[in-house]
């Protein structure tokens, strides 16, 4: 009866035991308050006197128990912000086998294996990984160009490697059984049933390898680190927000410390000695660069996050300058082997200078690279390298590529420059660019024309074109309204100048001003005095002369500033009006461009042949007075 009872009694407590740890199961990611903890388990009818926490209501079963209801809370996980406690915290996350997410991992992992490594050379894997190669280094080297495998998150990445290399150490104990089977059975039928029970172990989450807290000592961190929301994402989306420019769309140029070209040749030199039957010196290197792998994963995410696509050809551009303080000086050992060289040769003085400071260019360490062979580079570097204590460092800027403002200007004044002078605070530009400058917040201004007038010739007609080469501008969007408040500001603050028509152009529409140099015509209207006693029919000799072609050297004016040599240039017509028996105006038509209209008048001492002292008999004859009447040039078209 006794041992009856013993019996009992430990059926009892087996029962209560699973009970128990089928409830553990149950809440073991939620948290469960509940009121009096005995109430539960109490056997007595009880009822509530007391008013009872709104997380709990109590309920009277039919056998007069009363249960009190739960309130399950979801499970939130805070991030940890230092990059030791984010490996911990990723490493330690539990997938339970046969929900969502387990089934979900081993299928992208599963997924992606077949897709991009089915050809790889798994062995490659396993040695890079032993040297502390990040995920994504190891597919540079494996040369996989998948853009969406380098965006996974560096838990599914580890996982991804972890499962790789299981799945082939699988495979190689499958292949070492086999052997074992053919050794000891003697029957190829036994042989093929003793096979069949051989069954390959399937990869689980839950045991993968714990990851060290290591920086990749190929890309220093930079790629390893490049889609980490707490150790770089977040502060580069903060800083590209905060960046004040307007743009449609972003790129990105990246310069990459030296010492990573240094230690990805040394990876490689050290993959050959490994497989030399897969790698060869000869070979040449197919391997992504790091710069375009960081393009890769930063461009969708900030496009997803700040809503702007990534454009490789971008006007505006993030400049990432990376720095490792650590590593600076990696290349250093590549100036010795090259001294030794030129010692050997006994060579007092290279015929080539080879200076690479810490700092240097990137081209200088690769022509360094170039310059030394394997055997070299293992007998003074460190082959494979040694991952860093430290990470790197980053600077941002940013920088819009010029935008340009096309336009045109009058000039009503025979006192302004077009252009300022070096002792004269004002010009046509300074009257023009210093509002434009403002509007657009840009860094500088290059101001271009269609030809120019001198400081005593008024530009009147339609206009002077010209266009505005905005460097780094903040602002690029604007409407037709804007360019008319603009216009509008720049002629009230001034009677000098006037200007019509501004709008933004393309960079190849630029061309056409400064393509247009030897085309495009002009029209022009002067005074002109004479030594000679003039009487009307006198001007007809200049009003029936048509396609004048004249010879002008350089005039002495500007010889300072042209070189010396005789143009040929073109007038269409002239049309002579008479005033006084000293004084006639003289209107120009489809001047060619380049033409000295002065110098057509008054001769230049014969440096300009022919000219109107000449074709009026052979009298002196001066220019009072110029102004350009017209431009024959449709630029800009008209504004929409």
């Known amino acids: 009866m006794e041992k009856i009872d013993n019996d009992n009694k430990n059926d009892n407590e087996n029962q209560s035991n699973k009970l128990e740890k089928s409830q553990s199961m149950e809440v073991d990611t939620t948290e469960i308050k509940t009121t009096e903890t005995e109430a539960a388990t109490n056997t007595e009818t009880t009822t509530p006197t007391t008013t009872t926490p709104t997380t709990t209501t109590p309920t009277t079963t039919t056998n007069n128990i009363t249960t009190p209801t739960t309130t399950i809370l979801t499970p939130t996980f805070k991030i940890p912000e230092n990059n030791e406690e984010l490996i911990k915290f990723a490493t330690e996350q539990r997938f339970e086998e046969g929900t969502i997410d387990y089934r979900n991992l081993i299928f992208r992992l599963e997924s992606m294996e077949s897709r991009l490594f089915k050809n790889a050379h798994i062995p490659t894997i396993v040695q890079l990984h032993s040297i502390k190669v990040c995920p994504r280094c190891i597919f540079r ?50 042989v093929e049933k003793e096979e069949e029970k051989v069954e390959l ?131 250093q050992f590549l100036l010795n082997v090259q001294s030794s060289k030129r010692g050997a040769k006994r060579q007092k003085q290279s015929t080539k200078r080879i200076k690479v400071p810490s700092a240097d260019s990137s081209n200088s360490v690769t022509e360094l690279l170039g310059n030394t062979t394997k055997k070299e580079f293992e007998l003074h570097g460190i082959v494979p390298p040694t991952s860093p204590k430290t990470k790197y460092s980053y600077e941002l800027s940013f920088r819009h590529e010029p935008v340009f403002l096309a336009g045109k200007y009058n000039k009503y004044v025979r006192d302004l420059s077009q252009t300022p002078w070096e002792y004269d605070d004002s010009s046509v530009q300074d009257l023009i660019c210093k509002d434009i400058k403002e509007t657009f917040k840009a860094e500088s201004i290059l101001f271009s024309t269609s030809g120019r007038e001198d400081i005593d010739v008024r530009m009147l007609g339609d206009g002077r074109p010209f266009y505005i080469e905005i460097v780094n501008p903040h602002r690029i969007f604007f409407k037709n309204q804007d360019f008319e408040k603009l216009e509008s500001s720049i002629n009230d603050s001034t ?100 033409t000295y209209i002065k110098e057509f008048v008054h001769g230049d001492l014969g440096r300009t042949l022919p000219n109107i002292g000449l074709l009026l008999g052979n009298c002196e004859a001066d220019i009072l007075q110029l102004d350009v009447l017209n431009v024959d040039l449709n630029f800009p078209s008209n504004r929409k």
């Open 141 to 190: 080297f494996l040369n996989i160009k998948e853009l969406s495998i380098y965006q996974e998150s560096y838990n599914t990445l580890s996982h991804l490697i972890q499962f790789i290399m299981f799945n082939q150490k699988q495979k190689d104990l499958h292949a070492q059984k086999q052997e074992e089977n053919k050794v000891e059975k003697k029957v190829e039928k036994e």
């Open 201 to 331: 172990l399937k990869y689980d989450p839950n045991n993968n390898e714990k990851w060290d807290n290591f920086v990749c000592c190929c890309c220093l961190g930079i790629l390893q680190d490049t889609n980490n929301k707490e150790l770089f994402l977040d502060e580069f989306i903060v800083k590209m927000k905060s960046s004040g420019y307007e743009f449609q769309n972003y790129s990105l140029a990246l310069s990459m410390p030296t010492s990573t070209l240094i230690r990805e040749q040394s990876i490689w030199y050290y993959l050959i000695d490994c497989f030399p039957n897969v790698y060869n010196e000869k070979k040449e290197k197919s391997i992504v660069e790091i710069k375009e792998g960081v393009k890769w994963v930063l461009g969708p995410i900030i496009g997803r996050q700040l809503f702007f696509q990534f454009k490789p050809s971008s006007d505006f551009r993030g400049n990432m300058q990376f720095n490792h303080e650590e590593t600076k000086d990696d290349h």
């Open 495 to 594: 009677k000098k100048i006037r200007v019509s028509n501004l709008q933004l152009i393309t960079k190849k529409e630029t061309t056409i001003i400064k393509d247009s140099g030897g085309t495009k015509q002009k029209n022009y209207r002067c005074f002109v005095w004479t030594s000679r006693i003039l009487q009307p029919s006198d001007l007809d000799t200049l009003n029936n002369l048509k396609d004048i072609q004249l010879k002008q050297n350089t005039p002495i004016r500007v010889l300072h500033r042209r070189s010396l040599m005789v143009r040929n240039k073109k007038i269409s017509k002239l049309n002579a009006t008479f005033i006084s028996p000293h004084f006639f105006m003289l209107d120009i038509i489809d001047a060619q461009a380049g």
